[in-house]
């Protein structure tokens, strides 16, 4: 069910051309896929002269909530789930960026763009499990 009380159509549609910009100005100006794991991952196990955009690039993603804050209320967050289980999550998803050869920003926005079949493939598996793990958390786990 859609909850139209807090339904931004118009927000989200911005925050998508925002995402699509900001990945073709990476492509053009740097010639880099703006897929959040590899460029956190680059992070992890820096080149000489590739850290400042990869900085730039995390900084922006902090920094973009806290300026939008400071002109307009942020929506809540509720997060139901325990620390533990966030972290056991985050670590998964860290490893199914590694087996994947990226994430969804990466295969989602960039490799669909590109028309890549590998990301094709890769982002019906994602959304397939994200489908399979709601149905399984929501209709077969006990409450």
């Not at 669909?112 to 079949?117: F, M, P, V």
Request: charged share 10%; aromatic share 8%; hydrophobic share 55%.
């Amino acid at each position: 069910m859609i909850d139209w009380q807090t339904f931004t159509p118009w927000s989200s549609l911005f925050g998508g051309v925002l995402i699509g910009l900001a990945a073709v100005l990476l492509w053009w100006l740097n010639g880099r896929i703006a897929g959040i794991s590899g460029i956190v991952g680059g992070l992890l196990r820096p080149r000489r002269g590739d850290v400042a955009w990869r900085t730039a690039f995390v900084l922006g993603l902090v920094l973009a909530p806290l300026a939008y804050g400071a002109v307009s209320p942020l929506p809540p967050i509720d997060v139901a789930a325990s620390d533990a289980l966030l972290v056991v999550a985050g670590v998964l998803v860290g490893v199914g960026t590694r087996y994947g050869a990226g994430c969804t920003s990466g295969h989602g926005v960039c490799g669909l763009s590109r028309l890549s079949a590998r990301s094709l493939v890769a982002t019906l598996s994602f959304m397939a499990l994200g489908f399979a793990t709601v149905a399984v958390v929501r209709h077969l786990l006990p409450v």
